[in-house]
């Protein structure tokens, strides 16, 4: 299997391909378009701030090819944010993936979000076999507010979406490479995804 992590220089790649080594799966981490085009999965990471992350998007035409992906792809955290129609980062528009907007936490939690939390509400197949309530690593000062495409929820002053789902696409606010057992679940499931 022919596995991608897109390469734009805002990637937490090393966490990531080490998790999926654990897992005795091979990923090539590029830019190259045709290469991606030919992804069987294709992984979209991001550790970093909005605007800047889009604009390197922008500069390599990636933020035209992420959006008409056939083939299944995983937003993890800034990378899921990117996927959103805007975010307050930055006052940044996203690819539009997922008609949602992505907003600052308000003063009245500790920004940035850092450590474990539960997740709940969790649509299948990306989180067959993780339990409910399961906890997950989430280290973020944004969130995407709930929305028809929650596909998981999870609260930390207000109740936001820690996952999302449209058609092929897919989107983790929360690490699923630091989050343990239940987080290499998440990576096998979308790894043996058919859509």
């Known amino acids: 299997m022919n596995i991608v992590l897109v390469d734009y220089g805002a990637g937490n790649i090393q966490s990531l391909k080490f998790a999926l080594d654990r897992l005795n799966v091979d990923a090539v981490l590029s830019s190259n378009k045709n290469e991606i085009l030919a992804a069987d999965k294709v992984i979209f990471p991001g550790v970093g701030e909005a605007s800047s992350a889009m604009q390197k998007l922008e500069s390599s035409g990636l933020d035209l090819l992420i959006p008409e992906l056939t083939q299944p792809v995983l937003g993890i955290c800034l990378g899921m944010q990117l996927m959103c129609s805007h975010t307050e980062e930055g006052d940044t528009l996203g690819l539009g993936i997922f008609d949602v907007a992505v907003k600052r936490f308000k003063s009245d939690v500790k920004v940035p979000q850092i450590g474990w939390n539960t997740i709940t509400n969790m649509k299948y197949p990306l989180f067959h076999n993780i339990k409910n309530n ?24 207000l109740n936001y979406s820690c996952a999302l789902q449209k058609n092929n696409f897919y989107g983790v606010q929360f690490h699923p490479e630091k989050s343990s057992k239940a987080g290499s679940q998440l990576l096998l499931n979308f790894i043996n995804l058919n859509l």
């Open 134 to 157: 399961e906890y997950m690593y989430s280290v973020n000062s944004y969130y995407a507010a709930l929305c028809k495409e929650t596909a998981a929820q999870t609260q930390y002053g």
